[in-house]
Structures are given as structure tokens and as C-alpha cells.
């Protein structure tokens, strides 16, 4: 069982940068794939990055590839989400996600409560 918690969401101008981090309990966070998901108002949830349980394989969606970076730290489990050239379109909740295959996320195992991302234009 997982716990994830997420932090660093904000409102920022478009051009800007933020990085979300997602803290998780538990003793085998290493064992888990991890990534985010977001949502915006009256639409529905999209995928937008997934990192594999050693960090070696990632995949972004094709809105974000080039401008969003995931990353891990097994050691402080704890998943980030470098966010750059923000635009208003990546205005949503985003959320963190773990999933016990350990490969990639998909309906996702364990879910965080969300941390709002506000790009004004």
C-alpha cells in the first residue's frame, strides 16, 4: 500500500516553470512504476508522463514531450515533474500515480489528492 502526496503546484505566467514533487510512503516505492496524470475543468483525465520503477524507461504525452521531464529518487521516495515553457492549455490538477507492475502507469493503483498548476496567458 501507497501514499503519495504531491506539492509545488502554483500559478505561474506561460513561459514559466514549475517542478511538482510527490512524497510516498510505504516500504516499496521502488517496486512501483510511477507518473502524473492531469485534469482540467470539464474535461477529461489525460496521461502525462510515466517513469518505470528503476527510472530507466519514461514516456510522455505528445502535448508535454520536449518541455516536461519525470524523474525519481528511489532513495526518498519522492517522483518529480520539471515542468517548462508552461502554456495555459497545461492549466489542470495534476496528480501523482503509482502502479504495481512496476513497468508503466495506466489506471494507476494509488492516487495523490492533486496539486493545482494555473498557467495565465
Known amino acids: 500500500q501507497v501514499q503519495l502526496v504531491e506539492s509545488g503546484g502554483g500559478l505561474v505566467q506561460a513561459g514559466g516553470s514549475l517542478r511538482l514533487s510527490c512524497a510516498a510512503s510505504g516500504r516499496t516505492f521502488s517496486r512501483y512504476a510511477m507518473g502524473w496524470f492531469r485534469q482540467a475543468p470539464g474535461k477529461e483525465r489525460e496521461f502525462v508522463a510515466t517513469?518505470?520503477?528503476?527510472?530507466?524507461?519514461?514516456d510522455y504525452a505528445h502535448s508535454v514531450k520536449g518541455r516536461f521531464t519525470i524523474s525519481r529518487d528511489n532513495a526518498k521516495n519522492t517522483v518529480y515533474l520539471q515542468m517548462n515553457s508552461l502554456k495555459p492549455e497545461d492549466t489542470a490538477v495534476y496528480y501523482c500515480v503509482a502502479d504495481r507492475s512496476g513497468i508503466v502507469v495506466r489506471a494507476g493503483d494509488y492516487w495523490g489528492q492533486g496539486t493545482q498548476v494555473t498557467v495565465s496567458s
Open positions: 517513469i518505470s520503477s528503476g527510472g530507466a524507461s519514461t
